[in-house]
């Protein structure tokens, strides 16, 4: 099997994504905001990185079927 | 200044580290020969390399370099990219690249024995062989020098000396590791891995930066007073015209204009043309990217696609450079302003990235940040050192020292080329701790390695009665001449010899060590070029024209792609991406 390179991508930025996300959520309103400017900047990053996580395994998912797919085809 | 890595931020890097292990580890399964390891047995897709292709050079030198240049020469360091990287990645894509590809090098340096002769190659082979070395070392460097500010290891409470040296040990140990495990493909899954933590770590850091300084005009504003003060706030001779941090051709007419101390002649020419089609060209550790391609045409392709976001990240690398110079002359809300050097005086630009980082990135993000630098450096490390392996297990071991091994022998021995590339690299990388802007250091070396290499180059390519001993002698000396303008020549202040004038007398100093360095770059380039024609008139060809079939331009036949639609032809991409880069150069002339 060809490792697609989508998988370990959007794995990492999923899990890295929901893990800065509920960080976020347990940090709302916090001191260290301060240096941000006062914008929770972790929670706008997390979710930005988890719709970017699940769309890459979304894709490789998608490809990885249609190859596979493609591979039983000739068989018939 | 205040620091804050919290638990989270060792979390994520922690994450990072086992996926990028865990890569290796899947990835080693299927790696059997030794061309596996080193080459990745020709298989990767185009966009993949691609990306990979401009994040080798999305290291050290790109993040923290890119960044301490865009505070200390302002936005005049978009030539890098603009003048230099973009048509040079276009020139290897439309022209070079069939070459390359097409006469089935395993190498570079192995492309100029073929071309050439023995000779030639092992000599471009050494001295690629040493750069390597120098590129991982600085890598080294800005990696143990950002675990050093942010105090990653302060619970082991070592002294300064031997704090440096084992953040050096872990850095090294994490990238033997990965490149070990898997090789190439390893190290090209991780680059664009890596190039999309970046992107991720550096976007909320603009964002905030651009917030803080009041927007971009409040960006130039802040340039204006440091162009007016620059003796001031960055440190520099004399003072500027008000935007000569926010202009980048405006004030090239002479080298006192610009914070750069260039003219156009030298910049066109120096950077533009020999430096960056030396550096992207020439430099095996960027063009086996594009090799390890599944097919001529991903191949061609490979440097254009990764010429698109190349020239927008001057946005991420770049203008951070520029808001932290210009905060700290006016101040920002929060206060922000780049440290001193405290060894050295003046501004510390290198620290200029981490320093924003640390400063405006909560814990969270922060780690995220962080982690983008680390897989940065560790990316430029690996990079360098699986080049230097591939160099060193063909080039060097294989042809002159044990011919005619077993497959397993060069295999075993390009994992050893791997151990003993890190250990020289950690040398390299107290080397670097003399210049304030390791960005300079880097340039100074690709002077010495690729300017007089991409002389020959292009003499080998396009011109077939180019001889064997000729490209040699001319290799030879070029890099010479590099060596003798480097020992007469000084940049403004330089205090040690790395910098120059170790020939006893300084004939000459240059406003700043960029101006110096182009300059090294365009003599080594021009007595290369000029020694190789001379020479080449007065031998005799040891080539017929059968031999240099697929190796010079006018012996090959031209390709035809017609499986591909006129959109991605590669001359049609390349067009599109020069005309964009000539808007760029307009917008901010």
Known sequence: MHTDIRFPIGLLFSILGVLITIWGFATKGADM???????????????????FGVLMLAMAFKSQSAADKAKIAPEK | ???????????????????????????????KTSSDFLTSGKSIPAWITGLAFISTNLGALEVIGMGASGAKYGITTCHFYWVGAIPAMVFLGVFMMPFYYGSKARSVPEYLKLRFNEKTRGFNAITFAIMTIFASGISMFAMAKLMEIC??????????????LFCILVSGLIVLGYTFLGGLTSAIYNEVLQFFLIVAGFVPLVYLGLKDAGGWSGVQAGLQSVARNATIIAGSAKNYAPDAWTRSWAHMGSPSGNPMGVEWFGL?????????FGYWCTNFLVVQRAMAAKSMSAARNT?????????????????????????????????FSIPLDTKHGGLDYN?????MLLHYLPSGVLGLGLTALMASFMSGMAGNVTAFNTV????????????????????RMGHMATIFGIIVSMGAAYMARNFNNIMDFLQLIFAFVNAPLFATFLLGMFWKRATGNAAFVGLISGTLGAAVHHGLTQPAGAASLVKGGWLGKVVYTYPSEMAQNFWTALIAWTICFAVTIIISMITKRTKTDDDLRGLVYSLTPKIKQTDIPWYSQPAMLGTIILAVAVVLNIIFW
């Not at chain 1, 905001?33 to 719709?51: D, E, F, M, P, V």
């Not at chain 2, 105090?151 to 440096?164: G, T």
């Not at chain 2, 698109?308 to 206060?335: E, R």
């Open chain 2, 351 to 355: 620290n200029t990235i981490p320093a």
């Open chain 1, 33 to 51: 905001y301060k240096h941000s400017l006062g914008i929770n900047i972790n929670l706008w990053s997390g979710i930005c990185l988890t719709i």
């Open chain 2, 303 to 335: 440097p254009l696609i990764g010429a698109i976001p190349k020239m927008f990240i001057p946005i991420l690398v770049i203008l951070p450079g520029m808001i932290a110079i210009a905060l700290t002359a006016h101040g920002g809300v929060s206060g």
């Open chain 2, 151 to 164: 105090h990653l290891f302060r619970f082991l409470h070592l002294s300064p000396e031997w704090y440096f």
């Open chain 2, 1 to 31: 200044m205040h620091i804050q890595v919290g638990a989270i931020d060792y979390a994520i890097m922690a994450i990072y580290v086992i996926f990028v292990l865990g890569i290796g580890w899947v990835l080693k399964r299927s790696m």
């Open chain 2, 392 to 411: 060193w297990t063909y080039d060097i071991y294989q042809s002159y020292i044990k011919p005619g091994q077993s497959d397993k022998h060069y295999l």
């Open chain 2, 268 to 276: 066109i020419f120096g950077l533009g043309f020999v430096l960056s």
